[in-house]
């Protein structure tokens, strides 16, 4: 069995690229009679030397059509189908096309789609996306996609609920698939001393990504509300 691919969330930022990174290496590992290929097209020349930074120096179908020009073909005409770009390259469709996120795509039916979704909050908060995310969002037309792939693997439960109750997917085609750690926080090596890394005695720890739907501002606000109240006088908010 052949799965296709897609690299092209690698060239996102945040958490997407991080999940295709690690998913594409999972599947790198050819096993159980999986064979996967690698598809990405990307225009930058210096797309191949970041391929190479993820480790993915063998992105066996390599396009370089302006992604502009390609995600208008595909949206206005569906076309070309990205399993028959596959096979113009290496001469054979793959069974299975892998999409790491929703994304400008189109299949034919003789290759299965499968695509993960990570929420639905384009379509639950859409105030929380800029005008620009907000456009992808309507031109790559997920709903559409959904309908059309085979199956659809769910980060979450919550996803999967928002999948059946908005876009009335059957739940039976549907797979939840919850993320997993990356190797780097799995390490037994003791962490160095609190005052090495200048830490205060007691805080309150938030990873996050600085875009507005992340409520960045509500978390301030709230600390700075406690603060005041003297209920975290003496906690620190560390933000990464």
Known sequence: MTIAI????????????????????AF????????PLFFLNAWSGASRSRMRQYGHGD?????STPSKILNASLMTF?????DSLVESRLGRRPDIMFLPNINYASVSHQTKLIVTVHDLT???????????ERLWHMTVRPKRLLKRADHIIAVSECTKRDL???????????????LGIDPVYRSNDPLPPRETLGL????IYAQCADQHRKNIHVLL????ALVRARELSDTALLLS
């Open 59 to 63: 992105v066996q179908a390599f396009f």
């Open 78 to 82: 569906g076309r070309p189908y990205l």
């Open 122 to 132: 384009y379509e639950i908060c859409p105030e929380a996306f800029t005008a620009k």
């Open 221 to 224: 606000e709230s600390y700075a």
């Open 6 to 25: 897609d690299l092209r969330p690698l060239f996102t930022e945040g958490g997407i690229a991080t999940y295709t990174h690690w998913i594409s290496t």
């Open 28 to 35: 790198s590992r050819e096993s159980d009679g999986i064979s």
């Open 200 to 203: 205060p005695g007691k805080y």
């Open 164 to 178: 059946i109750a908005l876009y009335g997917i059957a739940k039976d085609r549907i797979t939840v698939c919850s």
